[in-house]
């Protein structure tokens, strides 16, 4: 259970803006390059300081600690970080049947990181942040490097992860088809502020 | 035995083999002759200076005047530890943090050594305190250096993993510990090094002048090893205490990873 409200929530390159990630349901986040999306999740995700308010369900960001508002607020980066050698040492414990459902073997956890392909790592680091039971997911490009099968398999595991836990989801994507197989809200970033897409929205 | 004395002539004669040098440098193009001439000349004037001041202080040893060339010395250290770094921190850390590390570890050791183990009279006695003092700070500085040295410019580097470790919700702590790891384990190295070889490879600097000075061979070999030992002690501590400074500046409140803290690296 997560959504995510924001008040006022000022991020770099962005005028301050509200918006409401419902709990259970995914928004679309689109814009040009370098409109400051990647930045606009990094700063939700507190990963850099922002100014405003951003509450998660009832509860204000200030009150968790920092690395308690990021256990809680999933980021999935473009390109995901691997600080130790083998694929297994990231995980808490890793689940078979999630692997199994990205088409990835239980031996996968033996693999070592420098032999990944960037569509195994990409992969990994979503199972990898699920594993963390984030409350909320903030996902970029999240099936850049995959082909079709595995843009498929992502796109349903997300959703069914999203039904089954009711988390929020904020889904950063160029894909036109992508936005809207996945898609229940969007936002677009035009020229330094955050508009609802409202021509779309169903 | 008593000690030859040097006269400027002696000197001066080995100064011409580093013009020599230099020499050879410009006729090679290495392109160091310039630095190689302004560091020789530093040696020589710095040292000049310094034997002047210890021979006033000598004379007139005041607790005031030997604090504050202890004070310049580690503001000196202080200095060159921050100029050594690729990435040294902005501000006052920039010197800070350096600085504050020699402090708590030279500056301890040297007076534990002086009044609980020389035991000299006073302890603050200038003979034993200064050359003490100086070996401490020379040393540290290096290992400090090079520790700092390689913890900001590793956590510049793997930055992604750094992040990739916060928003999975590990504490800062645990974001940068193989890093903080790394770094001590670099500043370290040198005074193993130098311990290990101490007697078999190379004579100590002390050692050395000690046995020139006419001092008992044993004699000189015990305070080796008390050096030894109090730099190994100072240098591992000061590192330590430089490290855990510098790693928790790397984040603030929040545990954000603050690269913006380090100054752009030297070109």
């Known amino acids: ?202 | 035995m008593t000690l030859i004395q040097l006269t400027p002539f002696d000197l001066s004669l080995a100064s011409i083999l580093v013009v020599a040098l230099a020499l050879l440098s410009h006729r090679l193009s290495l392109g160091i002759e310039g630095r190689l001439l302004i560091a020789a000349l530093r040696t020589i004037v710095q040292l000049s200076l310094l034997g002047v001041v210890l021979k006033v202080l000598f004379i007139q040893s005041h607790p005031l005047l030997i604090s504050a060339l202890a004070i310049f010395m580690l503001l000196v250290a202080g200095y060159e530890v921050m100029a050594r770094q690729q990435r040294h921190f902005l501000g006052i850390w920039g010197m800070g943090v350096g600085t504050l590390s020699m402090f708590i570890s030279s500056f301890t050791v040297t007076i534990l050594a002086l009044t609980a183990i020389i035991q000299a009279h006073p302890w603050y006695s200038v003979q034993y305190l200064i050359p003490l003092l100086g070996m401490m700070l020379g040393n540290t500085m290096s290992g400090i250096a090079i520790a700092l040295d390689n913890l900001t410019h590793n956590a510049w580097q793997q930055r992604q993993n750094i992040e990739a470790r916060l928003i999975l919700g590990h504490s800062w702590d645990a974001a940068i510990r193989d890093i903080r790891r790394t770094a001590l384990r670099s500043g370290l190295i040198p005074i193993i090094n130098a311990m290990a070889a101490a007697g078999v490879v190379s004579l100590p600097g002390m050692m050395t002048g000690q046995i020139l000075a006419g001092a008992p061979p044993m004699e000189a070999s015990k305070y080796q090893i008390l050096i030894m030992m109090l730099i190994a002690a100072g240098t591992g501590f000061g590192a330590t205490a430089a490290v855990w400074i510098g790693s928790k500046r790397l984040f603030d409140e929040r545990e954000h990873l603050r690269l913006d803290r380090l100054s752009q690296p030297k070109s």
């Open chain 1, 1 to 202: 259970m997560g959504a995510l409200s924001l008040k006022q929530f000022q991020s770099p390159l962005l005028a301050p803006f509200d918006l409401e990630l419902p709990a259970g349901e995914c928004t679309i986040l689109s814009g040009p390059s370098g409109s400051g999306k990647t930045r606009l999740l990094r700063a939700l995700a507190d990963l850099e300081p922002s100014q405003g308010e951003a509450w998660l369900d009832e509860r204000e960001k200030q009150t968790f600690t920092g690395p308690e508002w990021r256990q809680r607020i999933g980021l999935l980066l473009a390109e995901s970080g691997w600080w130790s050698e083998r694929v297994g040492d990231h995980f808490k414990h890793l689940d078979e049947a999630l692997l199994a459902r990205l088409d990835l073997p239980i031996e996968s956890a033996d693999w070592e990181i420098n032999r990944l392909s960037s569509g195994e790592r990409q992969r990994l680091a979503l199972l990898r942040l699920l594993s963390n039971r984030p409350e909320v997911l903030l996902l970029d490009e999240p099936t850049a490097n995959l082909d079709a099968r595995n843009i498929t398999r992502v796109e349903e595991l997300i959703e069914s992860w999203r039904n089954q836990h009711q988390v929020a989801v904020l889904w950063v994507t160029h894909d036109l088809q992508q936005q809207q197989r996945v898609g229940r809200h969007r936002w677009r970033i035009d020229s330094g502020r955050l508009n609802l897409d409202s021509a779309v929205d169903r």
